[in-house]
């Protein structure tokens, strides 16, 4: 197939062409060429504009680009830059393919479960419609409708609620892993927060069976069927590297660190993959101790 990817030297993109390239042909935007040649191998096509590909001549568009979320504390120029980033470029990537006489046949383009925002204990599948209208909410959906507004008879969309990518090079892992491997680590505010992740190598095998099961359409949870509390992840990790986790980290302190971007941290979602397990996927990491001790 002829693939278009965005987001393609992100943690996620760049773990993705690897294994897609051995078998497609692949496009990325990218704005700067020479840094992603690097990155990805010679063997891509690399493109610094929308308007730079053919949609027509595309079969699937891979849409994971996006200002990272928590690299800033949000203020409102940072928020509109966070917006910005994924749902200007989704809606002009939808726009494109509209517009085409034989259009993709498959539009994947990502989201987060902070679609659902704060949901205490509550387990949630793609279903669920209880919704806490926060930042992360209005931000994703969005970004989803962005996406849905190139749904037709032609062209499948499916929306990737993504959980916390576990990953030991990047991502939120290892940035926790510094202060755990010191015996510093410890649960965040009351701890009874749900952690929705997934093992990187699990995102990118599900983002291929997505491409490949025409039956999957609309909204799909990618995280793993074993969501965790923040105590538990905490014990878990310090299990995993044989130091204890004793020092909790107080929500008021993220508070004043973090501002209003510290919500991602205190308040969670116990979030389950219901569509991909009812589809036939299988997890090679279903629980976070195994996903930990691949990457410990």
């Not at 209880?130 to 062209?155: G, M, R, V």
């Not at 491409?211 to 949870?221: D, F, R, S, V, Y």
């Amino acid at each position: 197939m002829n693939i278009f990817i965005t987001g393609a030297t992100g943690l996620v993109g760049s773990a993705l062409c690897k294994k897609l390239k051995r078998v497609h042909t692949l496009s990325v935007l990218t704005r700067d060429t020479q840094s992603a040649e690097q990155k990805l191998g010679n063997e891509l096509c690399y493109v610094n504009d929308v308007s730079n590909i053919n949609f027509n001549t595309i079969d699937c568009v891979i849409n994971l680009a996006g200002e990272p979320i928590v690299n800033k504390r949000w203020s409102s120029q940072q928020k509109q830059k966070i917006r910005d980033s994924r749902i200007g470029l989704t809606q002009q990537i939808s726009d494109a393919i509209m517009q085409c006489d034989t259009p993709p046949h498959t539009f994947i383009s990502g989201s987060a479960i902070g679609y659902y925002g704060r949901q205490g204990s509550q387990l949630i599948n793609e279903q669920y419609e209880k919704i806490h209208p926060e930042f992360s909410h209005t931000l994703c959906d969005d970004w989803e409708q962005a996406a849905l507004s190139a749904q037709s008879q032609h062209t499948r969309v499916c929306v990737i609620r993504t959980g916390i990518v576990l990953a030991s090079h990047g991502g939120a892992l290892a940035k926790m892993l510094p202060p755990f491997k010191l015996g510093l680590g410890g649960p965040i505010a009351s701890g009874e927060q749900g952690m929705s992740w997934i093992h990187l190598d699990d995102m990118v095998s599900l983002l291929e069976f997505t491409l490949e099961t025409p039956h999957l359409n609309g909204a799909i949870n990618a995280t793993a069927p074993s969501p965790v509390s923040n105590y538990n992840f905490s014990k878990i990790l310090a299990k995993a590297l044989h130091r204890p986790a004793i020092l909790p980290m107080p929500a008021w302190v993220l508070n004043i660190l973090m501002g209003e971007m510290a919500d991602l941290l205190i308040h969670g979602q116990f979030v389950l993959p219901q569509k991909l397990v009812d589809a036939g996927f299988a997890f090679t990491y279903p629980t976070l101790s195994k996903a930990l001790d691949s990457l410990t």
